[in-house]
């Protein structure tokens, strides 16, 4: 039969390994914020047209709608919070309704906490008459 100081002595190891062994398994997660710049917007209106999406390995991070109000010399700028590391910046143009030409669809963005900040430098085609 086992004692009661021998009982107390396995519980004791029992939660000192398990208070060991479950923060040594948790990873350090570095939390970021990036400002997502948006370049040569040919019309403010047509960032209403205009969806960016994080997505990193957690989850999907929505955001408003754009404002063209938010445009100053054909240049939007927009601040994602809580990031973490693996993310992917998408900028989704929808160019059906604009009307006076199209965007070139831009490359996803990969960010990470030391490189946090990314551009899409856009290119607009004007619609041939």
């Not at 939390?31 to 999406?53: D, G, Q």
Request: hydrophobic letters at 35%; a negative charge; aromatic letters at 6%.
């Amino acid at each position: 039969m086992i004692s009661n100081q021998s009982r107390l002595l396995i519980l004791v190891t029992f939660l000192t390994a398990l208070t060991v062994f479950s923060a040594c398994s948790l990873p350090e997660t570095n939390v970021y914020e990036s400002e997502v710049t948006i370049k040569n917007i040919e019309n403010p209106e047509h960032v209403e047209e205009f969806t960016l999406i994080a997505e990193d390995p957690e989850k999907i991070h929505p955001t408003p709608e754009l404002n063209p109000d938010g445009v100053e010399n054909g240049e939007l700028k927009y601040i994602f919070t809580n990031l973490i590391g693996g993310t992917t910046i998408e900028l989704d143009i929808n160019n059906h309704a604009i009307d006076s030409g199209s965007y070139e669809e831009p490359e996803n963005q990969n960010v990470n906490s030391s490189e946090t900040d990314v551009t899409f430098e856009l290119i607009f085609i004007p619609e041939e008459d």
